[in-house]
């Protein structure tokens, strides 16, 4: 069955550093999302990826966070400057068409 | 704006009681709902969901959740719970568009404990 992939599982990394979160879709799916999950808090939101584009974004996703498909089968998350609070587990979805969300494994993320 | 809430945020039970999660959504719109559950230390699996249709929705492991639109919830149930349905859940929704895929709205999850 196919499935979301993420990489790496977990990281680590200093504050103020920059990090790329990457998924892998399921191959013929259109739409893409970011949602992460800070420690015993409930899964949030992040932003959503359609055609090159996002298609909607949540107040935590500023500046410092970007997202980007740079070839046709990757979806990366990238925050520019990592802070403390950045800590959470990051997840990874797409969609096909009116489906539920196939979500990733995902990946911690744990600044220091 | 669409919001999820949960019942409870942490329930205890024996092996083989019954198990109810409640959920109820905010939503002007038609809804798709869904109920995820996290095992420890691993990622989101969907348990069932709900489109359109019959409202008593089966899921996977034994699990069904019933859509009452009148009340705006969608409540999970399990006959006779074992240790191995100790985990988190999530009662989720996301707008039913057809032109849109719109995000998915979680709950603040029930961390069930199910005792030997």
């Known amino acids: 069955e196919p499935e979301v992939t993420q990489t790496p599982s977990h990281q680590v990394t200093q504050m103020g550093q920059e990090v790329i979160l990457r998924c892998v879709p399921i191959s013929n799916h259109l739409y893409f999302y970011w949602y992460r999950q800070i420690l015993g808090q409930k899964v949030e939101f992040l932003v959503s990826?359609?055609?090159?584009?996002?298609?909607?974004k949540s107040e935590i996703f500023d500046d410092q966070f970007s997202v980007e498909r740079p070839d046709g089968s990757n979806f990366t998350l990238k925050i520019r400057s990592t802070k403390l609070e950045d800590s959470a587990m990051y997840f990874c979805?797409?969609?096909?068409?009116?489906?539920?969300?196939?979500f990733g494994p995902g990946t911690r993320l744990t600044v220091l | 704006a669409q919001s999820v809430s949960q019942h409870n945020h942490h329930v205890i039970l024996s092996e083989a009681a019954s198990l109810e999660l409640g959920c109820n959504y905010s939503y002007g719109g038609t809804v798709n709902l869904f109920w995820y559950v996290q095992y420890p230390g691993q990622h989101l699996q969907l348990l069932l969901k709900y489109f359109s249709g019959d409202p008593l929705v089966k899921g996977i492991k034994g699990f069904e959740a019933e859509f009452i639109k009148s009340k705006f919830s969608f409540n999970l149930r399990k006959p006779s719970v074992q240790w191995s349905d100790t985990a988190e859940y999530f009662c989720?929704?996301?707008?039913?568009?057809?032109?849109?895929?719109?995000?998915?709205?979680f709950g603040p999850g029930t961390s069930l404990s199910v005792i030997p």
């Open positions: 989720a929704v996301n707008a039913h568009a057809r032109t849109s895929y719109d995000k998915v709205i």
């Open positions: 979805a797409s969609i096909e068409s009116l489906d539920e969300q196939f």
């Open positions: 990826f359609y055609n090159n584009e996002i298609s909607e």
